[in-house]
């Protein structure tokens, strides 16, 4: 072998690196390899030089394990010379053979680069290749080779070069490239937004997921800020100063920003995550940011936890209207821009009224607190008719909203969707309406939150007549509908204390029907209760509504009579009596008359209700034993019965 092209060769070799770093992407997988023939190189040229006793094969076999082999291409002959066979598990005919055997083994595809290496032979000239060989087990080998045109005088200089064996590296770069498609293809369809900046915080890179959000195309948004993508300055401010926080301190960020784009009244809640990225010497070059939507699990969480809140409301008895502003303003934080309003229906008429309506302008609150029910009528009313959903997503084209639709609007309502509230048994027991202040139609999802929302109402409506139901029993006599023994005593304390605390006159009057038992024994119980019914009716017809009417049990009544002073409740006993001998009980084709006896007392001084009830009560049998049908009470001066205190004496 000629020494000098092995010298020629060195240069060559020591110049690889810098000629990869030209052409990084043909040469990314054997640049390594190639680089780090210089040593190899040298060896080879020290093992020419030495005398040969027996080091050869030593030298042979590196050359080997390092995939490494010569070649020499002499273009006068168009033979090659090559050590490179052995990389290719050929025999020893191919040390020396045409280059046009060579390139019957040369891939398809690389066949064209490799033949014209002959036509670009010129002195000095450097060539570098990788390609792919047939090995002799007939799989491809990927070789690289740099080589170099070594002599001057034309038509007296070779190709000399070295060549190595980089199929594994080939393949890694193969499966590089792929897995960076694949991940490329992948971010740019992910749901999440992924974007790039640098440190001047202009965006480098971003997928298609943020069309999803804004108008502007992405390339557009190349070299730019993120306040220049259409979002809000506001969000790209608090961005802007969490990426610089990054810049300052390399932590990563995590954090939360909510925005609408282009003035749509649905805003986007997005979790960010800032996260650093360094260069091989570990500079921060720059900010990678993903942006997940949340909207939709704040949204449900938020839901979650208001609905909870109204639920808690329900189960600690909660006044209902307190309950119903609540519910309102739970709508209204998920249907956004709406004004929510709580209708329920009157139970003996067929008519809704106004139970809650906290965000509706007052004047258009004072329209809807009595709706009547009917097919033809506004929103809320037909609704209630029909006991089904009702959208008006434009009041101008709907007839049957016409007659409103002036004073409606006045107040800046043009849509109302209205859904039925019913029981489990789907009765009827209100109606749930949403206003907007523009035309607009409920998503399959708005609709399903409203139809959610009115069970809510149910159940908060439910349980309020339930526990009235429950109050009502418990403390009103079942058969006259007068507050019982119990619950008359508890009210009789508190305005007794009342009455104390405003030094404000309270009197009380003891009822009791006469000769009851004989009307029992004539015509029997039935009748008696239908004589006690009569008179509890006829009671709170005389009565005042602040007065409170008890059955203290059998025929026996008593009236509480607030802010009442002595000789006024006289007056009011005389006038019960009266009215108590005027009336007549229709029973079986006949008429039941009944008297009263009535006995009266008064709050004076330190006296409690037992006091004054045992007083009235004592007056009431002096009454009874004068005769009956008659009234007669304390007087100024005179507490007790004159025949009681006769008694005494």
Same mark, same amino acid.
């Given at each position: 072998?000629?020494y000098?092209?092995?010298?020629?060769?060195?240069?060559?070799?020591?110049?690889?690196p810098?000629?990869?770093a030209?052409?990084?992407?043909?040469?990314?997988a054997?640049?390594?390899?190639?680089?780090?023939?210089?040593?190899?190189?040298?060896?080879?040229w020290?093992?020419?030089?030495?005398?040969?006793?027996?080091?050869?094969?030593?030298?042979?076999?590196?050359?080997? =394990?390092?995939?490494?082999?010569?070649?020499?291409?002499?273009?006068?002959?168009?033979?090659?010379? =090559?050590?490179?066979?052995?990389?290719?598990g050929?025999?020893?005919?191919?040390?020396?053979?045409p280059?046009?055997?060579?390139?019957?083994?040369?891939?398809? @595809?690389?066949?064209?680069?490799?033949s014209a290496l002959?036509?670009?032979?010129?002195?000095?000239?450097?060539?570098?290749l990788?390609?792919?060989?047939?090995?002799?087990?007939?799989?491809w080998?990927?070789?690289?080779?740099?080589?170099?045109?070594?002599?001057?005088?034309p038509?007296h200089?070779?190709l000399?070069g070295?060549?190595?064996?980089?199929?594994?590296?080939?393949?890694?770069?193969?499966?590089?490239?792929?897995?960076?498609?694949?991940?490329?293809?992948?971010? @740019?369809?992910?749901?999440?937004?992924?974007?790039r900046?640098?440190?001047?915080?202009a965006?480098?890179?971003?997928?298609?997921?943020?069309?999803?959000?804004?108008?502007?195309?992405?390339?557009?948004?190349?070299?730019?800020?993120?306040?220049?993508?259409?979002?809000?300055?506001?969000?790209?401010?608090?961005?802007?100063?969490?990426?610089?926080?990054?810049?300052d301190?390399?932590?990563?960020?995590?954090?939360?920003?909510?925005?609408?784009?282009?003035?749509?009244?649905?805003?986007?809640?997005?979790?960010?995550?800032?996260?650093?990225?360094?260069?091989?010497?570990?500079?921060l070059?720059?900010?990678?940011?993903?942006?997940?939507?949340?909207?939709?699990?704040?949204?449900?969480?938020?839901?979650?936890?208001e609905?909870?809140?109204?639920?808690?409301?329900?189960?600690n008895?909660?006044?209902?209207?307190?309950?119903?502003?609540q519910?309102?303003?739970?709508?209204? =934080?998920?249907?956004?821009?709406?004004?929510?309003?709580?209708?329920?229906?009157?139970?003996?008429?067929?008519?809704l009224?106004l139970?809650?309506? /906290?965000s509706?302008?007052t004047?258009?609150?004072h329209?809807?607190?009595?709706?009547?029910v009917? /097919?033809?009528?506004?929103?809320?009313?037909?609704?209630?008719?029909?006991?089904?959903?009702?959208?008006i997503?434009?009041?101008?084209?709907?007839?049957?909203?016409?007659?409103?639709?002036?004073?409606?609007?006045?107040?800046?309502?043009?849509?109302?969707? =209205?859904?039925?509230?019913?029981?489990?048994?789907?009765?009827?027991?209100?109606?749930?309406?949403?206003?907007?202040?523009?035309?607009r139609?409920?998503?399959?999802?708005?609709?399903?939150?409203?139809?959610?929302?009115?069970?809510?109402?149910?159940i908060?409506?439910?349980? @309020?007549?339930?526990?009235?139901?429950l109050?009502?029993?418990a403390?009103?006599?079942?058969?006259?509908?007068?507050y019982?023994?119990?619950?008359?005593?508890?009210l009789?304390v508190?305005?007794?204390?009342?009455?104390?605390r405003?030094?404000?006159?309270?009197?009380?009057?003891?009822?009791?029907?006469?000769?009851?038992?004989?009307?029992?024994?004539?015509?029997?119980?039935?009748?008696?209760d239908?004589?006690?019914?009569?008179?509890a009716?006829?009671?709170?017809?005389?009565?005042?509504?602040?007065?409170?009417?008890?059955?203290l049990?059998?025929?026996?009544?008593?009236?509480?009579?607030?802010?009442? /002073?002595?000789?006024?409740?006289?007056?009011?006993a005389?006038?019960?009596?009266?009215?108590?001998e005027?009336?007549?009980?229709?029973?079986?084709?006949?008429?039941?008359?009944?008297?009263?006896?009535?006995?009266?007392?008064?709050?004076?001084?330190?006296?409690?209700?037992?006091?004054?009830l045992?007083?009235?009560?004592?007056?009431?049998?002096?009454?009874?034993?004068r005769?009956?049908?008659?009234?007669?009470?304390?007087?100024?001066?005179?507490?007790? /019965?004159? @025949?009681?205190?006769?008694?005494?004496?």
């Amino acid at each position: 072998m000629n020494y000098a092209r092995l010298i020629a060769l060195l240069p060559l070799l020591a110049a690889s690196p810098a000629a990869l770093a030209a052409d990084p992407v043909a040469w990314a997988a054997p640049a390594a390899a190639v680089g780090g023939l210089v040593g190899v190189a040298a060896g080879l040229w020290l093992a020419r030089r030495r005398p040969a006793h027996g080091k050869d094969a030593h030298w042979r076999m590196a050359r080997q =394990s390092a995939m490494l082999g010569w070649f020499e291409y002499d273009p006068k002959s168009g033979r090659v010379c =090559s050590e490179a066979e052995t990389l290719l598990g050929l025999d020893e005919s191919w040390r020396n053979a045409p280059f046009e055997r060579w390139l019957a083994r040369i891939h398809p @595809d690389d066949l064209a680069a490799v033949s014209a290496l002959r036509s670009e032979l010129s002195p000095g000239a450097e060539h570098r290749l990788t390609f792919r060989l047939r090995h002799a087990d007939d799989y491809w080998e990927w070789l690289a080779v740099h080589a170099r045109v070594v002599g001057e005088a034309p038509g007296h200089f070779t190709l000399f070069g070295v060549c190595q064996v980089v199929t594994q590296a080939k393949l890694a770069e193969a499966e590089l490239i792929r897995r960076e498609q694949s991940f490329r293809a992948l971010v @740019d369809n992910a749901a999440d937004i992924v974007a790039r900046f640098d440190l001047n915080l202009a965006c480098r890179f971003v997928n298609r997921a943020v069309n999803r959000y804004t108008p502007t195309p992405r390339d557009e948004m190349l070299g730019r800020r993120l306040g220049e993508h259409g979002w809000p300055p506001p969000v790209a401010e608090r961005f802007e100063a969490e990426c610089r926080h990054l810049i300052d301190t390399w932590e990563s960020r995590r954090f939360e920003i909510e925005a609408g784009f282009g003035g749509a009244a649905r805003r986007h809640l997005f979790e960010v995550q800032l996260l650093p990225e360094f260069d091989a010497e570990q500079r921060l070059v720059s900010l990678l940011a993903l942006m997940r939507e949340v909207t939709e699990a704040r949204q449900t969480q938020r839901q979650l936890e208001e609905e909870n809140i109204v639920l808690e409301m329900i189960a600690n008895n909660r006044p209902l209207a307190e309950v119903l502003i609540q519910l309102c303003r739970m709508i209204e =934080s998920q249907l956004i821009a709406g004004r929510c309003a709580v209708m329920l229906k009157a139970p003996d008429r067929e008519t809704l009224t106004l139970a809650a309506a /906290p965000s509706l302008p007052t004047g258009f609150a004072h329209m809807l607190r009595e709706v009547a029910v009917g /097919p033809d009528e506004a929103n809320c009313g037909s609704t209630a008719y029909w006991r089904r959903t009702s959208i008006i997503a434009d009041l101008d084209d709907v007839p049957a909203a016409r007659r409103w639709r002036d004073a409606a609007q006045q107040f800046g309502i043009r849509a109302c969707w =209205s859904v039925p509230v019913t029981t489990n048994e789907q009765h009827l027991i209100g109606t749930l309406a949403v206003y907007y202040d523009e035309a607009r139609r409920p998503t399959p999802d708005e609709l399903r939150f409203a139809y959610r929302a009115s069970r809510i109402a149910a159940i908060a409506l439910e349980r @309020d007549r339930h526990e009235k139901r429950l109050y009502h029993e418990a403390t009103r006599d079942v058969l006259t509908n007068a507050y019982n023994r119990r619950h008359f005593l508890e009210l009789a304390v508190r305005e007794h204390k009342r009455s104390h605390r405003y030094d404000s006159p309270l009197s009380l009057l003891v009822i009791d029907l006469d000769h009851f038992k004989q009307i029992n024994d004539r015509h029997g119980h039935a009748a008696g209760d239908a004589v006690l019914r009569a008179f509890a009716h006829l009671a709170r017809q005389t009565l005042r509504g602040s007065d409170v009417l008890g059955r203290l049990g059998g025929e026996e009544f008593a009236a509480l009579l607030p802010n009442t /002073p002595l000789a006024e409740a006289h007056e009011v006993a005389e006038r019960l009596r009266g009215a108590a001998e005027a009336d007549a009980v229709d029973w079986q084709g006949g008429a039941i008359h009944y008297t009263l006896s009535v006995g009266v007392s008064t709050l004076i001084g330190a006296d409690s209700v037992d006091d004054m009830l045992a007083r009235a009560d004592r007056w009431l049998y002096a009454v009874k034993r004068r005769g009956r049908n008659r009234c007669d009470g304390e007087r100024p001066g005179l507490r007790e /019965p004159a @025949d009681l205190v006769q008694q005494t004496r």
